[in-house]
């Protein structure tokens, strides 16, 4: 075995039943380097496993549910020449499914939670091991929460960067020489041992953390699109593959919702400088993106992003004006709560910010509890209905024409609010959601597609 050492990351669509996972079998066979494979839940298992964990239902919706999952995996199952041995495994992790998802305090408990949430993972994981063997590769299924060790923020865990790095070579390290090593995206362990999560999307990070954590080379992201786009391709047919990208850049976009990358994943790949690639797990041979801490080309723009379910709080007191250090206290409220805000405006009586609140997170819970704090000091009002669009580039700052190229396209569009980031990568507006998908076409219009 050569020393380099390549980490593929294949999300949900691209194990989302056998015959996809064919394709997956293909990319990480076709390079020896490639010695550890992080798999996400097949895709929609990790949603239907949100709504038993967050979601009261009757006994018969909960029936439903599971009957789903278990449906999306023995279908992948019953393909398996090799169904007969593997059934008992799955069985278990079928029957944990079950316990949990009936269990009196899964709505209230957020270990338990998580420990639902890990199943999808883990399943995937165990019929994706299967598909390597009958190809006739040494595969090795791994229990990634043995070196994913996080703190105990269950939905939202923090990576213990050493002590996953201490983990992996004490346990991952010498089984490489041995197999393809398939393991588990998303998922971790805090001290106890318990089960935790990394927050949606979070297989993404998981490769990076493990690249990092084994010096890798390179870290595969394996997706449905084939690289990352000047906007997300779901929005406009126009979007183009971008065959480079900064560190800097990417971790920008994907802040700002380009939900081809976990946001996290670049801070793993910056500190080791592992190189990261996005491709798509159906048409490898179209290349796609590289992540690099340098780029030859440094445009002023780079890409357009999108983050929906925003909403925008403002807290007012009259007596802002005399009351220095208010906007301390309405901050050390936010900070308390572990919330990040991305775009804030100021009055004389009044602090308007954004804060992400998608259904059924961890953040949707740490607003309702800030905004009641914050109602305990000043005057608050929510509102919703909005999306944040995020121009992403470069030297926005200084270059000449920025912003008034992106505002004469969308000058006849209301726009709730609008901040220069606090670094050079980007300028962000609030939208009225309905508005958003033609302000990303219309301003994608303008940046890229005109010479
Ligand atoms: P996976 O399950 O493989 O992790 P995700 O659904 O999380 O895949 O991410 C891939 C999706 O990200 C694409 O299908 C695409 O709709 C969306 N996306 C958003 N912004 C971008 C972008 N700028 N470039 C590419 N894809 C994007
Ligand atoms: N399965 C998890 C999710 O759907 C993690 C991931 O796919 O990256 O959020
Ligand atoms: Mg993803």
Redesign the pocket.
Known sequence: MSKALTIAKF??TSVANYEVMQNCARIVISNTSTRIVVV??AAG???HL?QLAHTPLTQQQIEEICAAVTKIELAILDKLPNALSVQPKLDDLLSELRSLAFHEEILKRADLKDQL?SL??RMSSLLFTEVLLEQGEHALNFDVRKVLRTDSEFGEATPNIEKIAEQADAYLRPELAKAIIVTQ??IGSDEQGRTT??????????AALLAEGLDAQVCEIWTDVNGVFTTDPRITAAAKPLPELSFEEAAEMATFGAKVL?PATMEPALRKNVRVFVGSSTEPEKGGTWLVRDCKHEPPFRAITRRKEQVMVTVKTPKMMYAQGFLQQVFSIIAKHRLSVDLVTTSEIAVSFTLDNPANSVAHRLNKETIAELETICEVKVEDGFDLVTVVGNHMHSAKGVSSRIFAAIAEYNLRMICFGANPHNISFLVNEKDSSEIVRVLHQALFEVS
């Open positions: 999300g949900g996400s839940a298992v990790t949603n949100v949430l999808g993972e995206g998303f999560t990394l927050g949606r999307g979070g297989s993404d990070f998981t976990h």
